[in-house]
């Protein structure tokens, strides 16, 4: 989604924002742009497609500061340079870069025609620069605090005003800003990637907060004008993290990260008590013995973090005993849901800002209702208004298509669902099966990430398919409906994911040569069904992959390709199967010469409804 980064200081800010912007391409983006002070006049330059664009179309030698910049994800308004921002107030004062969604930017805009202000853009933020320059009488606080009372909807801006070369402005509602403390330099990020080259000092602006930055001090205040004094974090991120280092993509290095991630996400044993069988988790704010008061789980998340939830609920539910269920928060939010006293929530995110899972916490929250966090990134705005929560310890996730958050966040739901379990029925012997189990993954996904050749041929050889059927049950039947969304995503090839079970209930008309179904199928309660389902497809002329970790006869005699993964217990078999899908849908987009880091129409962290 949109990305935001301004610089103010004694560098010519060209090159940190163009530096930044790169930065911040993994969140997906459509056009970008830049604006800088030059000899007191505002320059700005936009350009529909990749920052490479607006790079060359930029003057050589051009220099200025300070500047903003920015990435847009088409909301209002087509892709083309105008409707790119910055964009600029018709009297030339004010130039603004906007994530989010203005809801009154048509009220506004008639207004605005009325008092004689022009519009050029399609956008609701050429409402924002025109408004702030409609309220501005020489003083750009009491002009910005003014127009954003009056603005409905979610930002995160930052301004440049013409009159006033040594300030940069933000303001925060709904989307993530951040300020960088630098040396005698100062920057304002939607996403800390964009500046920890030059500092890892930085502190969070939130909601209804504006700052007020020169190169060497900050001034944050709230909407009743009052200062609100800042802490300034240390960001523990490497550049190498957000680096691809010798993988072509994004996308490989961070699925070849995830035995180390998976090790990360249980602390690399730290969260494991292995005499006793269970997990400990520090920040969940829960006193252990309330979870005895605890009678139902609700996990919530979107896209893949959703599907994490729903192997979160299974484990919960299994292995804890509690009802439990996953939710798309995109829809809870919009239920006049109950919020039962003695219910739990998890929202599950790795960005930790998706605005629908952040929204549906906040109704839960409101409803009296306690969430707990199951984010990846450290500060962002799910971590902090969660009740408390538990991190997952990925590391930076820069690929647009997430993998490693995934295989994370079963881990996380596995700790929780262990040391819920074995304060109820799972005795110590088999809690410290689990544990053995759990040590062995990383290894096993070596063993899987090793023989990446084999799925590169098998991708090789579906790559022309137009549909693809993937199918489970139980606790994979998630992880069918991860690997068609990984596969559509990155390649843009037709593929659903279904329940094996429910398939003949009407799916099953979909099935011909042309279209493979894709199974998966564990050893467990649910195997013999599974073979049961794949007869169906065969009998239909059906051509069937199965990935699988048993060796049967029946299952190789149905199968056209079959890839084994190694041996675990069926609940922690989503951390293995995954694996081979996640490779499928990147081989299949490599082959089909697909952007796989920056898949069309998609952004990384979507902060709009
Ligand atoms: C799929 C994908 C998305 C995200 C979803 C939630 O590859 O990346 O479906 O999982 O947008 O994002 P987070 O986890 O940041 O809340």
């Not at 279209?515 to 467990?524: H, N, R, Y």
Request: glycine share 8%; charged share 25%.
């Amino acid at each position: 989604m949109c990305g935001i980064i301004g610089y103010i200081g004694d560098r010519n800010a060209v090159p940190i924002l163009i530096e930044g912007l790169k930065r911040l391409e993994y969140r997906g983006y459509d056009s970008a742009g830049i604006g800088l002070i030059r000899r007191k006049r505002l320059d700005v330059h936009k350009k529909e497609g990749k920052i490479a664009s607006l790079e060359s179309a930029l003057p050589e030698k051009l220099s200025g500061k300070p500047g903003i910049a920015h990435t847009r994800w088409a909301t209002h308004g087509g892709v083309n340079d105008t409707n790119a921002h910055p964009q600029v107030s018709s009297d030339g004062k004010v130039a603004v870069v906007h994530n989010g969604i203005i809801d009154n930017y048509c009220k506004l805009k008639k207004k605005l025609l009325k008092e004689g202000f022009g519009f050029q853009s399609e956008t609701d933020t050429e409402v924002i620069s025109n408004l702030v320059a409609s309220n501005y009488n020489g003083d750009p606080e009491e002009a910005v605090q003014k127009s954003i009372s009056q603005l409905e909807g979610t930002y995160g801006l930052v301004f440049l005003f013409t009159d006033h070369p040594d300030l940069l402005v933000g303001a925060r509602n709904g989307s993530p800003l951040i300020v960088g403390v630098g040396d005698k330099e100062m920057l304002l990020a939607s996403d800390v990637n964009a500046i920890v080259a030059h500092t890892r000092q930085i502190f969070h602006i939130e909601d209804r907060e504006t700052v007020f930055l020169d190169k060497r001090s900050y001034k944050t205040i709230n909407t009743k004008n009052s200062v609100v004094a800042k802490e300034i974090e240390q960001v523990d991120l490497e550049l190498a993290e957000i680096e691809k280092g010798d993988f072509p993509h994004f996308m490989l290095k961070e699925i070849f990260e995830q035995p180390d991630a998976v090790v990360r996400s249980f602390g690399g044993g730290g969260r494991l008590l292995p005499d006793f069988g269970t997990a400990k988790l520090g920040g969940l704010n829960i006193e252990k013995q309330e979870f005895f008061d605890i009678n139902r789980i609700v996990t919530i998340g979107m896209g893949t973090a959703y599907y994490a939830a729903m192997i979160g609920a299974h484990l919960l539910e299994n292995m804890a005993r509690l009802p439990a269920t996953a939710e798309q928060a995109a829809e809870l939010r919009y239920r006049n849901v109950i919020v039962h006293k003695d219910a739990l929530f998890f929202a599950v995110s790795q960005s930790g800002e998706t605005l629908d899972t952040l929204a549906a916490m906040r109704e839960i929250q409101n409803r009296g209702g306690r969430v707990l966090g199951i984010c990846n990134a450290a500060g962002s705005t799910i971590a902090r208004e969660s009740d408390g929560g538990v991190f997952i310890h990925a590391g930076p996730e820069i690929s647009v298509a997430s993998t490693k958050a995934f295989t994370s966040q079963i881990t996380v739901f596995l700790l929780l669902a262990l040391m819920i379990g074995r304060m109820k029925n799972i005795p110590v012997s088999l809690g410290k099966n689990y544990i053995d189990e759990l040590w062995a993954i990383p290894d096993k996904i070596h063993r899987i990430l090793d023989r990446c050749e084999e799925i590169r041929q098998l991708a090789d050889k579906y790559r022309s398919s137009n549909h693809f059927l993937f199918m489970a049950r139980g606790i994979n039947y998630p992880v069918a409906l991860e690997g068609a969304l990984k596969l559509k995503e990155i390649s843009y090839i037709h593929a659903e994911g279904f329940s094996a079970g429910d398939f003949k209930h009407g799916p099953i008309a979909l099935v011909s040569e042309e279209t493979p179904a894709l199974f998966i199928a564990v050893k467990g309660e649910t195997f013999e069904k599974v073979l049961g389902n794949m007869e169906e497809i065969k009998a239909r002329k059906g051509r069937i992959i199965t990935i699988a970790n048993v060796d049967d006869e029946r299952l190789r005699e149905l199968s056209d390709d079959l890839f084994l993964v190694p041996e675990t217990d069926e609940l922690l078999s989503p951390l293995l199967t995954v694996i081979p899908l996640q490779l499928f849908a990147y081989y299949t987009a490599v082959a089909l010469k697909k952007d796989v880091d920056q898949p069309r129409n998609l952004a990384k962290t979507v902060t709009v409804e």
